[in-house]
């Protein structure tokens, strides 16, 4: 059964102090892995989307990264407007009996950044 | 461009109603997911339309039910509420489905007294 981890649940951070979010996978076939940011009450912004391991992307202070079983979200220097919930999903390839094709969401990280 | 729109925003609903959620994808978007995001179990997939038809469906009820029109706008129902239904329903498009990025709308508050 396809599946996605996420940890930790929450992270306090100082404002500038970097850090990363993890997001471990289990997939009959990845066809892709994406993070979102979601704000109370809003629906998923996208942020990224990784498809092979060694990829990555960046945008403003966010880098994602992936391998093989897991993929990491680096924070760096974070502002409080960063703070929200970052939410890792998968997607799994048709015909299996998995995802199908849908997206596998983690529960996500909640994080909080203090000035 | 303009985003994902679902209508309406909030809702309340007594048990045993039914309801009805609207969601307009992206323009040229021709893929629709509905997913159902509740504190305890986070976002969990309802079922996706491409070109009017259903191509997947997740682990719910036959209670809940959708459609997609001609022009990729899409409807979901929910019949015979119960309490256990109160959610925020999200609306995904994206051009294919498949390896491609899915925007999310600004989803529907249910809440079923």
């Known amino acids: 059964e396809d599946q996605v981890t996420q940890s930790p649940e929450a992270l306090r951070l100082q404002e500038g102090e970097s850090s990363s979010l993890n997001c471990s996978y289990t997939?009959?076939?990845?066809?892709?892995l994406f993070w979102y940011r979601q704000d109370p009450g809003k629906g998923p912004e996208f942020l990224f989307t990784?498809?092979?391991a060694g990829e990555e992307k960046e945008k403003e202070r966010l880098k994602a990264t992936l391998t093989k079983k897991e993929s990491f979200l680096h924070i760096t220097a974070p502002k409080p407007e960063d703070s929200a919930t970052y939410l890792c999903a998968v997607q799994g390839t048709l015909n299996y009996g998995g995802s199908q094709g849908n997206l596998i969401f983690g529960k996500g990280t909640k994080l909080s950044v203090k000035p | 461009k303009a985003g994902v729109t679902q209508t309406p925003r909030y809702l309340i609903k007594t048990r045993g109603q039914q309801v009805t959620l609207s969601c307009s994808p992206i323009s040229g978007h021709r893929s629709v997911s509905w997913y159902q995001q509740t504190p305890g179990q986070g976002l969990q997939f309802l079922f996706e339309y491409f070109s009017e038809t259903q191509r997947n469906k997740g682990n719910f009820p036959g209670r809940f039910s959708g459609r997609q029109f001609s022009n990729s706008r899409s409807e979901m129902n929910v019949s015979t509420l119960e309490l256990g239904d109160s959610a925020l329903y999200l609306c995904?498009?994206?051009?294919?489905?498949?390896?491609?990025?899915?925007?999310f709308g600004q989803g529907t508050r249910l809440t079923v007294v």
């Open positions: 997939v009959s076939g990845l066809r892709g």
């Open positions: 995904a498009s994206s051009w294919t489905g498949l390896n491609t990025e899915a925007f």
């Open positions: 990784l498809y092979s």
